[in-house]
């Protein structure tokens, strides 16, 4: 598998597209269906309706999900590369419950 997200292995992913337009608004939603069956979907609404481009507001939403297939994408990436690592340090109690915390290398700071 490749360890980059590229806008090829994005449109790869997907299934299916539909789109909604609410009437009465300018909120258009685009919905995404991934070959494995999970859905992301994005939203797209203009401030003033005198300005609304259906066909531009589907474009935005289309994108706005495609954005969110490509970090799903990275996680799967992450997550595959530490699936064989120990990456999680002794859990830590918290006001929450258990909360582990992952081993992360961000690299030397940039101050």
Sequence with gaps: MS???TPQRVEDNI???QFHHFVGTTLITCCITLKNGFTV???SACAN???FDKRLSKRLAFSKAKDKIGELLAFRICDDVTADESALDEPEENYFGVVYVINCDFGEDDE
Aim: no cysteine; hydrophobic share 35%.
């Design 3 to 5: 360890d980059k997200v």
């Design 15 to 17: 299934l299916a597209v």
């Design 41 to 43: 979907t994005g939203e």
């Design 49 to 51: 309706s005198d300005d």
